[in-house]
């Protein structure tokens, strides 16, 4: 896939105001200065194009984006660490919450996990809240420039390890680099996939 045009739509806290649910949608999602924004940045081609931040809790609201005229990319909150209030944190779980769960038109979570460190709790179990709530999903590693090759294929393959904990099967990985642009054009191919097969049916 090709990225022809991609433009900023909207950001809202309630799910129910997001676009009309017409088109295929991707969601990005990950803990806390996990680089979610770069990537976005990167996949986008326009380097503006999500806030990028060295404070944990910049992306606050599900954020819209239309790319090609044919499918939205959404960018989440993290679900780390943010500097805000234990109430406004509560409404924020159920704010994405409900859109993961109630968002018909979403064909995919895309969980970022950073490549440099290994297995985080935070992760494991977000990825089976997604599984509970029998959401597909995908996961991509982030910031494979800032270590060493061997030392990220062994975290993936500790990570996946501790998936087939609980899991029977895995789901497609993705090793990426917003700085080098690794891994861009086998996501944009990924999304491709589907949305073939979404406007067949």
Known sequence: MVIKSIKYLQSVVEWNKCPP????EYAFIGRSNVGKSSLINMLGNNKN???????????QTIN???V???WYLVD??????ASISKTYRINWVKMIHDYILLRENLQLVFILIDSRIEPQKKDLEFIDQ???MKTPFSIIFTKSDKV???KVLENLSSFKQKMLQNWE???PFFITSSKNGQGKNEILNYIDEINTSYFKN
């Open 21 to 24: 649910p017409l088109l295929p």
């Open 49 to 59: 194009l999500a806030k990028t931040s060295s404070h944990p809790g910049k992306t």
């Open 64 to 66: 819209h984006f239309l």
């Open 68 to 70: 090609n005229d044919e």
């Open 76 to 81: 989440l909150p993290g679900y780390g660490y």
């Open 130 to 132: 997604l599984g509970e």
């Open 148 to 150: 060493s090759n061997k």
């Open 169 to 171: 099967g895995l789901p």
